[in-house]
């Protein structure tokens, strides 16, 4: 399914343009006549916010919902195929914008489900601006797999909505409480990915038998992109999945980036929970 989606979306990043768009907007109306039950859950709704409009007026707004979904969707398939000049005859680039993000330290950006909201993993990916990402883990294994890949631009992180902590930034918290407690510590730098998960998962149950705490995680940076300052580790990309699965969620508390002296970005903090 995996290698299928990949060859999907290289033949659709072929695709002129406008092809692409009429081919979301032709897969939008088939699905608007033959799948009543989503039509009829969108008319419903649509009918309680305008409760004045016709059903002629309904159905044109849900066709048009359909449409811009699927084009939407093609365009996500193909999004990492995308090159710089291919993604800027796509997406219109607001200069006032990328100059405020030019200019500060760091921000949090919140925005609904307007527009194609995937396309700011490849903004700012293009503009070498590092930027991490809360995602959504797929149920299926092959779509979740497919996701990471097609969002995973180089200076992007992606951290599962579903990973034992909610923090992205630092913890200051959890900073203090490794400030005033022992830690242990294991060094992962340097290692294949699967070594590196092997290890961390025997790390893990060992001091969780042992009850011991605090950890820190070296994960590693990986090189810097040229021009930017991009984190390509692979370990480093992977260590919040990991810590998303249930070989890890029934012995993880909370993790946060590490302060500098404790290694930076390339380390975590790591906190384990224990049952009573």
Known sequence: MLSFLKLLGLLFSIFPRKLLVLTGE?????????????????????ELIFPDYSTKKINHFIKQSYAHFFIVFLDFLQMHYLNKKSFEKIVKIDSSSLAILNNIDGCILMASHMGNWEMITPFFHFNQLPLSVVVQSQSSTSFNKFFHWARGFEGVELIPKKSPTKVVLLDNNLYKQFKNNQFSKIDL???TVDLAHQKLIQYFKTNYLKKNLFHII????????????F????IRKQF???????KFQFMVKSYSPCKIQHGGLGAFYVKLKFKE
Do not use: Q, S
């Not at 590693?220 to 040229?226: F, I, Q, R, S, V």
């Not at 984190?231 to 692979?234: C, L, P």
């Open 231 to 234: 984190f390509t580790g692979k």
């Open 218 to 229: 070296v994960t590693g940076l990986g090189n810097k992109a040229e021009g930017g300052e």
């Open 26 to 46: 032709i897969l939008g109306l088939f699905f608007f006549y033959f799948t009543p039950i989503r039509k009829k859950v969108a008319h419903k709704n649509l």
């Open 240 to 246: 919040p999945f990991w810590l998303d699965t249930e």
């Open 189 to 191: 730098h340097g290692l």
